[in-house]
């Protein structure tokens, strides 16, 4: 393996490279390849080798697994990067989860890059409607004060040309996710709504909430207890329900998001 090479200087598109692993943590290379609109796949393999290579990044890749796709992570030499180039858009304090990111497991790298590919359908989405789309990971979102706690996997806000916003929290939820674990993210949006630290901390309407459920049983079971928690409640917030299958399908949009009334 060779050593990292900190006095080397790195292209853009390998810095875009860092600063996107940074975000998502865990990504393919066609992810890579479609965030940073770049029509040559040879040209993005390339870097990503060479950030390997390097030690900027880590390849996760089973050569006795047919079909196994390469999936990407920072790397050592990516902390060492950012903590001497400072970059505003990076929070040096999560820079040490380097050395942790070989020991998650496949469910949390799905995890990220199924985010990945919400995120890349919102982006076509919006373009589409010549709508201005902003979108903040968790990792973007760490240390934001007057956030639902813990803070979603993702917040993002879709402004139309007429000016118009919405605004949204995200969670996702993985295989077989136990019902209280459930039950209890219902009731820590509520709590969050009811306490009012959105309200009195920004001046924009609350967010609607979209649970992404891993199947229909947990889709339905999600949607019996909102609808029983805002029996229950005079609190005014608004839930969409969708699946892994049907996102994955069709990617995010209004045909895809049941809303829960």
């Known amino acids: 393996m060779k050593k990292t090479n900190n006095k080397q200087k790195l292209k853009k598109r390998q810095i875009e490279i860092l600063q996107l692993l940074y ?22 393999i390339l870097r990503l080798n060479e950030l390997t290579d390097n030690n900027y990044v880590i390849k996760y ?17 990516a902390r060492k990067y950012f903590l001497k180039n400072q970059d505003e858009t990076i929070n040096t304090s999560l820079l040490s989860r380097v050395w942790q990111e070989r020991k998650y497991t496949t469910v949390f790298r799905n995890h990220c890059m199924f985010l990945a590919d919400i995120y890349i359908s919102l982006i076509a989405l919006t373009d589409n409607t010549n709508a201005r789309l902003k979108f ?15 803070h979603p996997d993702a917040f993002f806000s879709i402004t139309e040309k007429l000016g118009s916003a919405r605004r949204f929290f995200l969670d996702i939820f993985d295989l077989l996710p136990p019902r209280p674990e459930l039950r209890k993210r219902i009731k820590q949006y509520l709590v969050y709504y009811e306490r009012n630290y959105w309200q009195d901390n920004n001046k924009n309407p609350f967010p609607s909430i979209i649970f992404i459920a891993p199947d229909e049983k947990s889709k339905n079971y999600l949607k019996e207890r909102i609808l029983l928690a805002l029996k229950d409640s005079e ?4 839930f969409y329900l969708s699946t892994w299958e049907d996102i994955q399908k069709s990617g995010i949009n209004k045909q895809v998001l049941l809303r829960v009334e």
């Open 23 to 44: 975000q998502f943590r865990f990504l393919k290379r066609t992810q890579i390849q479609t965030l940073l609109k770049h029509k040559h796949y040879h040209r993005i």
């Open 61 to 77: 890749y089973n050569k006795k697994v047919a079909g196994d796709i390469s999936v990407y992570s920072l790397g050592t030499g």
């Open 136 to 150: 903040l990971t968790k990792t973007d979102l760490h240390n934001m004060e007057n956030l639902v706690l813990p």
């Open 235 to 238: 609190e005014e917030v608004e």
